[in-house]
C-alpha cells in the first residue's frame, strides 16, 4: 500500500541482476531482505519520477544508483541523488529504456529482454476486472491526446522486433504474466480504454 496515495502499488526486483525497480518497502521486504539476496542492489530504475518511493534507502544502505529519465529529474529537489538516462539507453539488467511520448514526459517502458517483458509506469495499468487500460481521464492533462500518445506507443513496442516480450510489469495492476503480449494487442486493437476510474 503506497503511503501517500492509499492504493496498492508494484514494484520489481531482479533477483540475478541486483537491480530494483519503482521500490517500495514494507513490512514483508525491508532494506535488510536485500542483503541475503544472491546479488544485492547494483542499480534502481524508475519508469518515471513519482516512482523514487523507497530508492533512497536502498542507496543508502547499498550505495546504488539511482535512474530516471533525464526529463524528470527536475522532480529532485530534496536531496535525493537521482541519475538521468536517455530514451534508447540501456540500463543495468540490462534494460532498454523506451519512450512513451505521453502523460509525462519521464514516463518510461523498460524492456527486460532476460526476463521477456515491460514494464510500465502509468501509461498501462490494470483495474480490479483484469482489463489492461488508462489511469482515469482525471489524471491526464489533455485526455485524448495523452490517450492517442499512448495507443502510439504501445503500439510501436509490439511492432518493433528487437522487443519481443511476453510478461508485462506494471506499476499499477501486477504482473501480467504470458498473455502481456496478447492483452496490450487486445488494448490497440480496442482503440483503448479506462481500466479504472476515480
Known amino acids: 500500500m503506497h503511503p ?3 492504493f496498492v502499488v508494484d514494484s520489481y526486483w531482479l533477483d540475478d541482476e541486483g537491480v530494483a525497480i519503482d521500490p517500495l518497502l514494507d513490512a514483508d521486504v525491508t532494506v535488510g531482505w536485500f542483503a541475503g539476496r544472491p546479488r544485492e542492489p547494483v542499480a534502481v530504475l524508475l519508469s518515471n519520477r513519482h516512482h523514487y518511493r523507497s530508492s533512497g534507502e536502498l542507496r543508502d544502505r547499498f550505495g ?22 536517455a530514451f534508447g539507453e540501456q540500463l543495468p539488467g540490462p ?11 519521464d514516463e518510461t517502458a523498460l524492456y527486460l529482454p532476460r526476463q521477456e517483458a515491460i514494464v510500465f509506469a502509468d501509461a498501462v495499468v490494470r483495474g480490479r476486472t483484469g482489463v489492461l487500460g488508462f489511469v482515469d481521464d482525471a489524471l491526464m492533462d489533455d485526455p ?3 490517450k492517442a500518445g499512448i495507443l502510439a506507443s504501445c503500439r510501436r513496442l509490439l511492432e518493433d522486433p528487437a522487443l519481443p ?3 508485462l510489469l506494471l506499476a499499477h ?3 501480467v ?8 494487442e487486445d488494448l490497440v486493437g480496442a482503440g ?4 479504472f476510474e476515480l
Request: proline fraction near 4%; charged fraction near 25%; include cysteine.
Open 4 to 6: 501517500r496515495i492509499h
Open 64 to 85: 546504488c544508483a539511482v535512474r530516471c529519465s533525464a526529463a524528470g529529474l527536475h522532480e529532485f529537489t530534496h536531496g535525493e541523488r537521482v541519475e538521468g538516462f
Open 95 to 105: 534494460a532498454l529504456a523506451c519512450e512513451v511520448g505521453a502523460l509525462c514526459p
Open 144 to 146: 485524448e491526446r495523452t
Open 165 to 167: 516480450f511476453r510478461h
Open 173 to 175: 495492476g501486477g504482473p
Open 177 to 184: 504474466m504470458d498473455e502481456g503480449r496478447a492483452l496490450l
Open 192 to 195: 483503448g480504454r479506462t481500466a
